[in-house]
């Protein structure tokens, strides 16, 4: 497995490429917030892993919305709905939980679970107030309203320095702590703010992960990274919970009977793991609609491997996981997306995930059809092999053991009758949500 700081650290890079992905018109809102607070940590007198700690937490603060709200975010309105400010305001908790199964993060935990406080008691979750509210959670929580205020929305344009100036100054002692509003607007009003720039952005991350990081990160710490990232990509789909990990489970144990070496093992671990990366751009109304998919919706659905590829380009340490992630919906006849590659011009890392992930995808409850058997699934890739999936890969797929099989079946969460709550709530608000469309649409199961 590949493994180290360097990796890790890339990893890191992926994960807060996957929060701004998942945010909608929120992309750039993390890095935003990470930017001011780690310049206004420094104002204030942080040490540089506390200002690297600030740094991630504002990224990382909102990882409990995924897979709790995304039809608040992808269908924006001027006020959110009694329901859906219930589900907002569990977020901090969430995000608190996941970020203690971070290695080398679990201290981000407080700044997370109390960046939505406010200094007069009014906030949440626990209603704390004044000294009461750690530094760092005090300091997110301010530069995370001012650069929501400096945002397009949809129900209003970006405000001007000024207006904002105005709202952090009436918002002193209520919203914000008063030292860390007095910090921002005698830094607002010198100029002294730079503006948000992606490029040192990504230089920030990469500086803020040596500063967090020890010398040496242990395999068990990736694979550990690995998970948490992968359940942020599943938690978006309701019907894929733990779909990532048995893709990578089931690779290995493609290339193992393959017998290819250690570094291609190792690819194609990580990279069933990421392999979705770029569903989190895929609106939830598309991945959980029942019926057919329009010509507009599949856009979203054939975009999803080239989207997940960019990420991992972007990434020095991960762009050899970037071949795999691009081509594991390519068919073998030419069928596929997103490219339309054929035949061996499809590179066998592709060929050995396109079948794991179909294999796992037939096996799986979906929005549009109940889960299948095994044994059918397995007798569709004998059926498939030549035609949608490379033969090599196909052939090599059916040769795993059994006994790897009836372990990932056995660890399955979700069955028939356990519909995930949101999408119940969703339908029952709007069913037409859901709904089929005309003839002529994209089929469901070309998902």
Partial sequence: MDSGRAFYAGLLEALTSVMGSAKGYLRDHGPMVAMLSSHLGRELGLSKAQCSELFFGAILSDMGMV?????????????LSPDVRERVQRHPQRSEERV???????????????????????????????QEIPLG??????ADTVAALGETRPHRDALGAETITEIVQTGLGKEFAPDVGECFLTLQRSGSIPRFDKESYRHTVLRAAESLLPEEVSPLSTSQLLTIIANLIDAKDPYTAGHSRRVA?????????????????SALWAGGYLHDLGKLAVPLRVLAKSGRLTEEEFQFIRAHPSDGAEILEGIPTLQHLTTGVRYHHEKWNGSGYPEGLSGDRIPLVAQIMAVCDAYDAMTSTRAYRDSRDPEFARGEVAKESGSQFGPIAAEAFLRVPEKIFESLQAQRPETARDLPERVQTLRS??????????????????R
């Fill in 137 to 142: 959670a005090r300091i997110l929580r301010l």
């Fill in 100 to 130: 203690r199964g971070v290695p080398h993060l679990q201290d981000l935990a407080p700044l997370l679970r109390h960046h939505h406080e406010w200094w007069d008691g009014s906030g949440y979750p626990d209603g704390l107030s004044g």
């Fill in 67 to 79: 897979g709790l709200a995304e039809d608040a975010w992808e269908n924006p309105t001027p006020a």
């Fill in 249 to 265: 489970v089931l690779a290995v144990a493609v290339a193992e009977q393959l017998d290819l070496d250690a570094h291609t093992r």
């Fill in 429 to 446: 608000i709007d069913p037409s949500f859901f709904g089929a469309h005309p003839a002529g649409a994209q089929p469901a199961q070309a």
